[in-house]
């Protein structure tokens, strides 16, 4: 008899349960935010046989979301309805006892709008615009700057984790980060060079 050996890695093992979280009925509102898991970080896979992984994963604020049982197919998107709650943590997300990946608050000038989306990527790139030229530079963002500046339509993707907002976009081989304390409604940005 052959060895029962794994086929796939605990990283890739690890992002199919991910895959899973947002392809269910999460409860997620993706459309316009995402929730930010630290899935290299925190999350870990361990080979139990048959083509079978054990997966614990962390929620977005680093607190314990369960173990899981997960068949190598699921990194291929199949098998799904093979994923299975392990300890009593993942049987209570399973069930939607308890959630994961709460949204923080929404900043006070987001608290009633109905396009939240829009409203935070207007703020965000109105900030930018309202920058200096110094300012750009010292955070890096001269050329984002300019493009905000000249009514460019950047791609906008909204993230968040437990306590903060984040807005992220490119402009060719520029990356910008747009942080929003939902506590405070302070605003930062930061550049660099987007990963390829």
Request: proline content about 6%; hydrophobic content about 40%.
């Amino acid at each position: 008899m052959l060895p029962d050996n794994p086929r796939r890695s605990e990283k890739e093992m690890t992002y199919a349960l991910y895959n899973y979280f947002f392809k269910r009925e999460s409860g997620f509102d993706i459309y316009w935010a995402r929730p930010y898991f630290l899935v290299d970080e925190q999350w870990s896979a361990s080979y139990n046989s048959n083509g079978v992984w054990m997966v614990k994963a962390c929620d977005i604020d680093g607190s314990y979301a369960g173990a899981w049982l997960v068949p190598e197919e699921a990194y291929f998107g199949n098998s799904y309805d093979r994923i299975e709650p392990s300890d009593d943590v993942a049987k209570a997300i399973a069930s939607g006892t308890k959630r994961m990946a709460e949204m923080p608050p929404r900043p006070t000038f987001l608290r009633l709008s109905n396009s939240p989306r829009e409203d935070m990527i207007m703020v965000a790139q109105q900030y930018i615009a309202s920058m200096s030229r110094k300012q750009a530079e010292d955070e890096f963002i001269t050329e984002i700057w300019q493009a905000v500046r000249n009514h460019y339509p950047l791609e906008w993707h909204i993230v968040y984790n437990d306590s903060l907002w984040w807005l992220i976009a490119d402009y060719y081989e520029y990356r910008v980060r747009v942080y929003i304390d939902p506590f405070t409604g302070k605003i930062s940005v930061s550049g660099g060079f987007a990963p390829f």
